[in-house]
Each structure stands twice: as C-alpha cells, then as structure tokens.
C-alpha cells in the first residue's frame, strides 16, 4: 500500500478540513509544539505532504502511520481514533514511575488558556463531575452553562476544577486542581471580556450563556514521570 495520499477521497483546496486523522494529528503535533518541517523530517516526509495530510481526508499506508505515531510519542490506534470510545489510561504501568509534585507556576502553564475540565459541584441528586469548556482570565478559571443546568450549581460556593491528560503510549500523566469559590459574572462589560477571550463554544451546545468564574484559593498538581524506559 502506497504512503501517498489518495486525492480521490476527499475535497481538495487550502480551506479543506481534513479527516479524522489529520484532525488528530494537528492536535498532537501542535500539543507537542513540533512544526510541520520538523515532523516532516521525522517521518521522513515533505513539509507539504505532512500539511496535505492535516486538511484533506486520505488513505496512508501502516509503514508511514507507524513512522507518524512514533514522531508524535503515540500510536496508531490513537492516530486513527481506534480509543476514542475507550477510557483514558487503559494501558500498563510504566516501569519505575514516579509522582512528582509540581510547582504553581507550573500548574498554570499546563492549564494555558482553554481546555475542557472538570468541576466538581453538589446537585439536588448529590455529589457531581461534570466535564465543561474553560477559559482561563486575569487568574480565574471560567466557564459558560446554563442557569437550570449541573454546572451553574458551583455559583456561591468553593468548588473543586480539575484538568489533566493522559499519555496511553507511555503511560505517563499530569493533573492540575483549582480550588476556590466560584461565582456568576453578570456585570457586562466582565461578560464582553469573557466572550472576546473565549476560544470556544461549548462543545455541549444549546443556549449556554451563564458565565461561571472560580478565584482560586490553592493550585495544585501532580505529574507521573517515568525516569526509565
């Protein structure tokens, strides 16, 4: 089978949006912050052929996706989505891990300025964690819901926020807690700033409007490092 990409199977132009794979790489090489010259020369590939693969859906052949996850410190299953419906930290533990305490600033710069977390909230049901899109702001970590939904339960009392992410190829680690009280920002001219910095809409969608904001009150965070491999 051919490592070059097969122009038949999909739309063709720089505006095209890739498949499932090139969407997956983008993510990884962008998260490992390795440019397209650089993976291209990991993979013994062009510049060009590595930005052909990220915007149009193709077919790639086993030797050059095996090269790709290697440069990307994955695998191929994650490449092509074969865990997408599977729980993270599915794999083995590595050999000789160890878990490290990480130091504050550390912690904000693993939390960057958007994401998806985790708030931790107490419902009319009970104890809850529920996963939301987040922006982080002037030391503040916030959030958009909707008033009669889970998450805007979190306004008025200190919540736990949690981020982390998971490296099944090397079965290594990070998370991130913020604890602090959390709060709804209705000044407008707060909400217009919130908005303009938000990369995202929530990926649940509907109308979700209500900004939610937690000052945090500690910052913790912990790493899995493995120093053998």
């Known amino acids: 089978m051919s490592d070059r990409p ?3 199977a999909g739309p063709s132009g720089p505006r095209a ?5 090139g969407r997956r790489v983008a993510a990884r090489r962008e998260q490992l912050g390795v440019s397209y010259e650089d993976l291209a020369m990991r993979t013994g590939a062009a510049p060009e052929y590595i930005h052909y693969l990220e915007t149009h859906p193709a077919t790639h052949g086993i030797g ?12 191929v299953d994650e490449l092509t989505g074969g865990k997408a419906d599977l729980p993270p930290g599915i794999g083995q533990a590595a050999y000789h891990p160890e878990l490290v305490e990480l130091g504050e600033p550390e912690c904000w710069q693993l ?9 931790g909230v107490t419902t009319e049901a009970g104890p809850a964690i529920l996963p939301v899109n ?5 030391g503040d970590v916030a959030y958009r819901t909707s008033p009669d939904a889970a998450p ?8 736990a926020f949690e981020v982390d992410r998971i490296d099944d190829a090397f079965s290594r680690g990070w998370s991130v807690l913020v604890v602090g009280e959390a709060r709804t920002v209705t000044e407008p001219r707060a909400v217009e700033r919130l908005e303009a910095h938000s990369r995202s809409t929530p990926w649940a969608g509907g109308a979700r409007d209500l900004w939610i904001t937690v000052t945090p009150r500690r910052v913790t965070g912990r790493r899995i490092v ?4």
């Not at 050059?64 to 695998?75: G, M, Q, V």
């Not at 493995?226 to 491999?229: E, H, I, S």
């Open 152 to 159: 805007a339960c979190a306004a008025g009392h200190e919540v």
């Open 17 to 21: 949006r890739g498949g499932d794979l």
């Open 6 to 8: 097969q122009t038949g």
């Open 226 to 229: 493995v120093r053998d491999q």
């Open 134 to 138: 987040y922006t982080v702001l002037g």
């Open 111 to 119: 939390l960057g300025g958007n994401g998806v977390g985790r708030v």
């Open 64 to 75: 050059f996706l095996l090269r790709l996850a290697d440069a990307l410190e994955t695998s």
